[in-house]
C-alpha cells in the first residue's frame, strides 16, 4: 500500500506543525482569541496609519535636515501641538524610527542589497548636489566625509520602505475589523486568511521613493531597481521584528566580557514573538512606546476583556502587551503559509515533505519564543 500522507512529525513542537498541515494557525482557535486579537489589530491599525504617515513625511520633506526638531508634526506645527508634544499627550513616533533602525541594521532583501549599488550611489549624488547646489560648507563636508550624507540618505530609503509597508499592513488590520464587525470573521483562520489574501494581493506592489527639489523631482529608489512590497519589505520586517530584534537596554548587559548578547544577528532572538511581557512599562523598553499608543485606541470590546481580568486595568500595558504577541503569532502564521514551497495542504507526499522540513525550519526558531505561553 502506498502511503499518501507522511507519517507525524517528531519535532518537540510537533503539535503546531500538524496544526499548521491541517488549515490552524500557530495560535489556537478561541472566541476569547478572536476577540483579542481583531481588538488589537484593530488599534495597531490606527497606530500604523499614523506611524506610515510621519515615517513617509520625514522621509520627503526632512530628508537632508540634519537637526529635524519638528520631524514629528507632519508639517503641522503649531504651540499648542508644541505644548503637547512636551507634555507627552501625543502618539510616540520614536517606536516607528526604532522599528526602522532595527530592519535597516539587520538588513536582507533587495533593498538592502540595492543601498550598496552604485546606481543608488548616483542617485543619491543627484539628490545632494541639487541640495546643497549653493551650500559651499555643506559640499565641503561631503568632500571630506564622503559617506556621511549617502549613509543618511540609505536610512531615508528605509524611513520611507517601512511606511510603504505599515501602510499596506494598515489598510489590512482596519479591514479586518470592518469585516469582524460585520460578521464575517469567526475564528483566528479566518484572521489568518484575511492576512494572507492581504500579502498576497499587495506582494508585487513597487517600493519607490522619490525627494522634490525646487520643483524638480528626483529618483531615489526607482520603479526600475524592482523592489517589491512582500519580498524587500515585509519578509525583512518579519526577520528584523518579529524574531532578531535588539536588547532592550536595561534588561540585558552590553557588556562585551559578559556575553549575554550573541555575536552574530542571525542569532538574535528579542523580536516580539520572544520577548516577556511583564518589563513593558518599563523605562528603556522601546515597545512600552507602541503599547502606549494601543491602549488609546482600543475598541470598547477589548477594553472590557481587560476591565474583566484578574487585575483589571492595573497591569493594562502587560495585558496589551499579551494579546498583541498572539496577534504577531498570526501573521506570522500568513506569512509562513505564503512563502511555504507549495500550499500547506497538498495531497503530493513529496510535496508534504518538502513542506514538512520548511516547517520543522520555522519551528527550530520558535523553541525559545513564547509560543506555547500564548497558547495555554
Known sequence: M????????????????????NGQA??????????????????YGVILDQYSRNLIYISEHQFFILFPFFKYFNGEFSI???????????????YAEYCMKAMMWHGGGELDAYLDTPEFRNNVEKVIQAKFKHNFLMLTLHKIFPEFLPEHMRMMSYYSGLGQFWRVMADIFLDLSDLYDNGEIKSIADVVQHILDGLVKDAAKPITYQVKIKEEVY?????????????????????????????FPGTISYNAQSYQIPSEQAIF??????????????????????????????PEYLHEVYRHSFRQEDDLL????????????CVTTAAIK??????????????QKENRAYLEGWMDRFKTSQILIVNN
Open 2 to 21: 502506498v502511503n499518501t500522507k507522511i507519517q507525524p512529525s517528531r519535532h518537540s513542537l510537533a503539535e503546531y506543525i500538524h496544526r499548521l498541515e
Open 26 to 43: 500557530l495560535l489556537k482557535d478561541s472566541p476569547q482569541n478572536v476577540i483579542e486579537v481583531v481588538g488589537i489589530l484593530k488599534s
Open 80 to 94: 499648542d501641538k508644541l505644548l503637547s508634544h512636551w507634555n507627552h499627550n501625543r502618539t510616540n513616533f520614536e
Open 219 to 247: 529618483e531615489v529608489l526607482p520603479k526600475k531597481a524592482e523592489l517589491t512590497f512582500l519580498m524587500d519589505t515585509a519578509v525583512p520586517y518579519v526577520e528584523a521584528i518579529f524574531f532578531r530584534g535588539t536588547p
Open 269 to 298: 532572538t528579542y523580536g516580539a514573538l520572544y520577548a516577556d511581557p511583564l518589563p513593558v512599562g518599563g523605562a528603556g523598553i522601546p515597545p512600552t512606546l507602541l503599547m502606549q499608543d494601543m491602549r488609546h485606541h482600543l
Open 318 to 329: 502587560v495585558q496589551i502587551c499579551q494579546t498583541f504577541q498572539k496577534s504577531m503569532f
Open 338 to 351: 505564503g512563502l511555504a514551497p507549495y500550499p500547506l495542504d497538498t495531497t503530493n507526499i513529496e510535496e
